[in-house]
């Protein structure tokens, strides 16, 4: 029997079963909507319709898997029986022939599975295309009767048709077997086979230096781990001296894992020559020996010179150690001298360079070392214009020898057998060189009778400086931009970053650039700096840690000469962290939380609680899984809004909530006034709604509008919205809207949604106009933004006003207008008291109190006379004032009636303004304010009433204050139907027919501009030329 599928049409398919021998198939097709199966016989010379009715459940059918749109024939039994009915099929007319490329990719293993470059601790493999693959599979394990196989994981990297398995162990027989994955996973190939090498023993150390140490009995010794560590990670180091006479020995120095590169030895013979041999260990045999030979020269000063840093550019400290085999004076100087890479400053100072003097033990007849007190340098310098090893220009600290007995008259200065330590301090602003390298260094004593030396009188062992690179952050999760900062690069070629992550110890760079990852490329700039960020991202960073804590994720940088960070490997760890999908969502939606690298089936991080904003909602995260990752829902509940923490697994991300939506109809409304509160965004629940009581100002519910309630609720709508009419004012005697400022309204449904809103009451004001008057004078108390007076709203209480300016207060109950605004007139005292300030005090219900005041000045006004009408010209003096001070202003009844003048008080503060006319106002007394810099005097007028009806005033006199700005008048008759006009210009004096002005009469007057408080017949006016228009109709 035989079965293959095919598409016959967009999505439809077809699926033939056959049987050799039989004219007999079984076709199957299926779309969307139903599988169905029926059967006909066929021969070559006929063909008949599908017949679904005879469909069958025969057991020997097969089913077919297929991509939608894909032409792709799965076959189900063995080629031989199909080829054998292939002919009759086709012939037919129902088989279509599939083409090769369509073929089956699963059907067929990878062939030549080739194994090569093994090592001790990885392999690497390759193998033939499978054709339809899409990506391989690859799985190792120790050979065995049973293998034990480590699939498409730990330790295998694969890039297209090769693969590299990492983290083997030593002389091990190892299987490797791969398959191809397309739809699905294809069959594993058969095994190759490989042994990973057996360990070796270690090369030999590299860059072995030996070099004078803290005294001339003791040399350091400092050597580079071997090229080669044979397979495994270096354990230690064994060192020899030869010979060992006298007990000379050599110890490496200690460190927490025992590999120092670094030893001392002790106990040596000035002048002997010593052979030193230095071997590596890998915990499994030694390696090759290397050796170096160091000789001390007798008669000679010997010194060492240490830096505090090997950092590239790095502003050091620098420390020469001299055994002295020569006195010195107080004219003897000390030169370091330092390659001329270094960066030195332009001059030093004496403070920066520092001198002591340490006596080994046994010198002087003492049987202890001692140390004594540090000095300045007597004088100091610096030039660029020294020599050593054969190169010029190297940078030069010279600094003399300062007394250092200063408290005995006799001066005292280094002996032989001393150890003299010079130190420059990094206040003297040294920096290394800013490349990776080895520099030159040396130093010369000068006595008092030599010349100053321009070059080094001995060569010390050079300083290095290295390649180093810093994390802007040494642990962190996907996502985060991470900075790599580099120093000591070669400045103008490119710098690549690369990232390994082994659990198999710390990486060479090599290793790392070789097994790892490119993360980032940058240039290295003029200062050999170089500044690289990325994308932290999976897989290339994986979680974990080792026994110290740190990341298992290793970084090192290459510049384009091969230089490298190779002793400053740093280390990064990928920390777990959760997202949230959507990462904005609404009140009501179902958020998923997904874990991410955490340790594999962390229980610690499953049992921590999922909180929102803090407030736990789910007891518990839930598992992580083997791959480290996780996932959880939760549904967003009503209260919460904005951009909230999301805690889970013991992490923590940020959430953007759509919470449910208030709008008010006013953004500033004051106590008492109507507002609509509208809501959207609230739970679409049938039946819901909001209970009157759950709408609140700063948490006191407020009084809603009858007509916005239905027995007893807010209805919600089923998209969930509503409108309520709300009073601001609140339900019981807890009152927040007589409180200026901001305040929240919160609206919360019956399902818990909760919107809110704000909304400002402004601050309740009370003033008096004008601030100045005197006895039985009269004042205007007003008031803004008090609760204002509603028949909708709630019962609000009168404004009690209590003025104090006599020998009693008076008191005056108010009620605000709707606006929110008061007036209350009040005159002033006749006992009021001269000077003094009144105060003023506006209370409603002791809950809101506003105070002010106004002045009765010590000066009063003499006005004489004391009554006239209006256009009268009175006449006003007035003493106590300041001296030699100008009148600034004159006010009758507010208006500035100041004449034209220059008016100042004289030298005992007094003065008299003439030619004050009185404006038009109605008949009554008005007070009179006149102020001098900032004191101010009152007075009072009384004004009499204009002429009587009827009084005529010639044209030209009346009208005389408009001045050179009045270009005509014009009045009409209303008995005699006939206009009559003036026209002010000489021209027309004969043809003027209006000569009159009469009182009660009305009149057009044009005027050339705006005339502004002009007095016309004992009335201020205005008259404008507003939109053009300069015509104004006053009555006269």
Not at 226 to 251: F, M, R
Not at 613 to 621: D, H, M, N, P, V
Not at 936 to 962: D, H, R
Request: net charge negative.
């Amino acid at each position: 029997m035989v079965s293959f599928c095919y598409l016959a049409t967009q999505h439809r398919y077809r699926c033939v079963t056959a049987w050799p021998g039989v004219p007999t198939l079984r076709l199957w097709r299926w779309d969307s909507r139903t599988l169905s199966m029926g059967e006909r016989r066929i021969s070559p010379a006929r063909r008949g319709p599908f017949d679904s009715s005879r469909a069958d459940d025969n057991p020997a059918r097969r089913f077919c898997q297929m991509r939608s749109k894909t032409r792709k024939f799965i076959w189900s039994a063995p080629l031989v029986a199909a080829l054998a009915i292939i002919g009759a099929l086709t012939l037919a007319g129902v088989l279509l022939l599939p083409n090769a490329d369509t073929a089956d990719a699963q059907s067929a293993e990878p062939a030549n599975v080739t194994i090569s470059n093994v090592t001790e601790t990885s392999l690497d493999v390759s193998w033939d295309a499978v054709s339809g693959a899409s990506t391989y599979g690859v799985r190792y394990a120790v050979k065995a009767d049973t293998p034990t196989w480590v699939a498409d994981g730990t330790g295998v990297r694969i890039v297209d048709r090769q693969a590299r398995i990492t983290g083997l162990t030593a002389g091990t027989d190892y299987l490797v077997q791969v398959r191809g994955v397309g739809l699905g996973d294809g069959p594993w190939s058969g095994s190759a086979e490989a042994t990973t090498k057996a360990l070796a023993k270690p090369s030999a150390v590299q860059n072995l230096e030996v070099t004078p140490g803290d005294s001339n009995t003791e040399l350091s010794v400092s050597w580079d781990a071997p090229e080669n560590t044979g397979g495994a990670a270096i354990s230690g180091y064994t060192i020899t001296i030869d010979p060992t006479a006298e007990g000379a020995t050599c110890a490496v120095d200690e460190t927490n894992d025992g590999t120092s590169t670094e030893a001392t030895c002790t106990s040596l013979t000035v002048g002997e020559e010593y052979t030193i041999t230095v071997v590596a260990n890998n915990g499994v045999t030694t390696g090759t020996d290397n050796e170096a030979e160091a000789t001390g020269i007798p008669g000679l000063s010997t010194g060492k010179l240490v830096s505090s840093s090997s950092s590239a550019s790095s502003t050091v400290k620098l420390t020469l150690t001299i055994e002295l085999e020569e006195n010195l004076t107080g004219s003897s100087w000390v030169e370091i001298y330092l390659e001329n890479d270094y960066q030195e400053p332009s001059s030093l100072s004496e403070s920066d360079v520092i001198f002591e003097v340490r006596n080994p033990a046994g010198f002087g007849g003492t049987s202890d070392a001692t140390v004594n007190t540090a000095f300045n340098a007597a004088a100091v310098e610096i030039d660029d214009g020294g020599e050593i090893a054969g190169e010029e220009d190297a940078v030069v600290i010279s600094a003399r020898i300062p007394d250092m007995n200063p408290a005995d008259d006799d001066e005292g200065y280094p002996l032989t057998g001393q150890q003299l330590v010079m130190v420059v301090e990094k206040s003297a602003g040294i920096r290394n060189p800013s490349e990776e390298g080895s520099h030159s260094t040396g130093f010369a004593i000068i006595g008092g009778t030599d010349d100053r030396a321009d070059e080094a009188e001995m060569k010390l062992p050079d300083l290095k400086t290295y390649a180093k690179i810093s994390l802007s952050d040494e642990d962190n999760s996907r996502g985060y931009e991470l900075t790599v900062e580099g120093s000591g690069f070669n400045n103008g070629t490119s710098a690549g970053v690369f990232v390994y992550h082994t659990t198999a110890g710390k990486p060479t760079c090599e290793m790392i650039r070789e097994m790892g990852a490119r993360v980032g490329t940058g240039t290295v700039g003029s200062d050999d700096k170089v500044s690289i960020s990325f994308e932290v991202t999976v897989p290339i960073f994986k979680p974990g840690t080792d026994a110290d804590g740190e990341g298992l994720n290793y970084i090192c940088v290459f510049d384009g000469e091969a230089r490298h960070s190779s002793t400053d490997i740093e280390q990064f760890e990928l920390e777990p962290s959760i997202r949230v999908s959507p990462s904005t969502a609404s009140v009501g939606d179902t958020v998923t939380i997904f874990a991410q690298d955490f340790p594999e089936n962390d229980a610690a991080a499953a049992a921590k609680p999922v909180q929102l904003a803090r407030q736990t909602i789910k007891t518990t995260s839930g598992d992580i899984g083997s791959d480290g990752s996780g996932n959880t829902t939760f549904d967003v509940p009503g209260w919460a809004e904005g951009t909230l923490r999301v805690d889970a697994w013991g992490e923590d991300t940020k959430l953007t909530i759509i919470g449910s939506q208030l709008s008010v109809s006013k953004s500033e409304a004051l106590p008492n006034e109507l507002i609509t509160i509208t809501g959207d965004g609230f739970s679409t629940e049938s039946g819901n709604y909001v209970d009157p009581d759950d709408i609140k100002l700063a948490g006191v519910p407020l009084q809603v509008h009858p007509d916005s309630v239905d027995d007893g609720e807010v209805d919600v709508s089923s998209s969930g919205q509503f409108v309520a009419t709300v009073v601001l004012w609140p339900v019981g005697t807890d009152n927040p809207t007589l409180t200026a400022g901001t305040h929240k309204i919160e609206v919360v449904d019956q399902e818990g949604f909760t919107g809110t809103a704000v909304i400002r009451i402004p601050e309740p004001t009370v003033t008096v106009t004008p601030g100045v008057a005197g006895p039985r004078d009269v004042v205007t108390v007003s008031g803004e933004n008090w609760p204002v007076e509603n028949l909708d709203g709630g019962d609000i209480r009168a404004i009690e006003i209590t003025v104090s300016d006599g020998s009693r207060d008076r008191q005056y109950s108010v009620y605000a207008d709707g606006a929110g605004r008061f007036f209350q007139e009040h005159q002033v005292h006749s006992g009021g008291t001269i000077p003094s300030e009144s105060r003023v005090e506006a209370n409603y219900d002791d809950q809101v109190v506003k105070l002010t005041s106004y002045a009765i000045p010590e000066a009063i006004i003499n006005i004489e006379p004391t009554e006239g009408q209006p256009g009268d010209l009175v006449s006003m003096s007035v003493d106590k004032m300041p001296v030699y001070a100008k009148v600034s202003s004159v006010q009758i009844a507010s208006r500035d009636v100041i004449p034209v003048g220059n008016f100042s008080t004289d030298r005992t503060g007094s003065v008299t303004v003439d030619g004050v006319v009185i404006p038009g106002l109605d008949p009554g007394t008005y007070s009179v304010l006149m102020q001098v810099g900032d004191t101010v005097a009152i007075g009072s007028i009384n004004v009499l009433s204009e002429g009587p009806i009827g009084t005529e005033t010639p044209v030209g006199k009346g009208l005389a204050p408009i001045g050179d700005s009045l270009a005509a008048v014009f009045y009409f008759d209303n008995v005699s139907k006939t206009w009559s006009f003036y026209d002010p210009r000489p021209e027309f004096a004969e043809f003027n027919t209006l000569t009159d002005l009469v009182d009660g009469e009305t009149y057009w007057v044009l005027v050339s501009e705006d005339v502004e408080d002009v007095v016309l017949n004992n009335r201020s006016r205005s008259l404008t030329c507003a939109g053009g228009n300069c015509w104004s109709l006053i009555q006269w």
